[in-house]
């Protein structure tokens, strides 16, 4: 089966640790990028890249960390200078970086720092 | 940027009746509208988009509409079922720095109640 894993589904965290979460996709996309989810709020852009090795910040990247080594794999590091960590976590991928590809969209990782 | 308004929040609907949410954008050059649906816990998934080139597309009981004078588009879903409960996310592309990145609604929590 082709698609998007996210792991783990469920991750808790003390306040002032870092954290990576874990994406990986089998769909051979060049892009990948990752949202954060807050209850009643949509999805907002952290990072994105558009091919291996390059990655730019979205809309609220403060705080947070990413690596683009390999083709499949985009992990996301949760700093403890992120001031308000506790959210869920969407990772996505497309095959190509240019505007009006389908994102297609892992399970999520719900962290929770206390 | 690119700001998307999503409308209504929230929507109840009989089962059967039809299912109307509506997304206002605000860049004239944007001409990529996807909708996504999201159950509780998972990931959103794509159920339909539209390009600028068209005014309507229909997928069996889903619709969108686009209205590039007045930059809003909708979501028609007709016939609802039980299984049409979600929540439900329009988006627009975000054409400057480049890349495939989308904005998105606030959401729309869709219940169908027997």
């Known amino acids: 089966d082709g698609g998007i894993t996210q792991s783990p589904k469920y991750l808790f965290r003390k306040e002032g640790q870092n954290v990576t979460l874990s994406c990986e996709q089998n769909?051979?996309?060049?892009?990948m990028y990752w949202y954060r989810q807050d209850p009643g709020q949509g999805l907002r852009l952290i990072y994105y890249?558009?091919?291996?090795?390059?990655?730019q910040k979205g809309d609220i990247a403060e705080g947070y960390s990413v690596s683009r080594e390999k083709k499949e794999s985009f992990p996301l590091t949760v700093t403890s200078a992120q001031k308000n960590p506790t959210a869920f976590y969407l990772c996505a991928s497309s095959r190509a970086g240019g505007p009006g590809y389908e994102q297609y969209f892992g399970p999520g990782t719900r962290l929770t720092v206390t | 940027g690119e700001n998307v308004e999503q409308h209504p929040s929230t929507l109840s609907v009989q089962e059967g009746d039809s299912a109307v949410i509506k997304c206002t954008y605000s860049?004239?050059?944007?001409?990529?509208f996807p909708w996504y649906k999201q159950e509780l816990g998972k990931g959103p998934q794509l159920i339909i988009d539209i390009r600028s080139n068209v005014g309507e597309k229909k997928d069996q009981r889903i619709a969108v509409t686009l209205n590039k004078t007045a930059k809003h588009f909708s979501l028609h879903i007709t016939e609802t079922q039980p299984e049409d409960s979600a929540v439900y996310f329009c988006a627009a592309p975000i054409l400057t720095g480049g890349g495939n990145k989308l904005t998105f609604g606030t959401g729309t929590q869709l219940k169908v109640e027997l």
């Open positions: 769909l051979n996309h060049d892009a």
């Open positions: 890249s558009q091919i291996v090795n390059d990655f």
């Open positions: 860049d004239s050059a944007s001409n990529y």
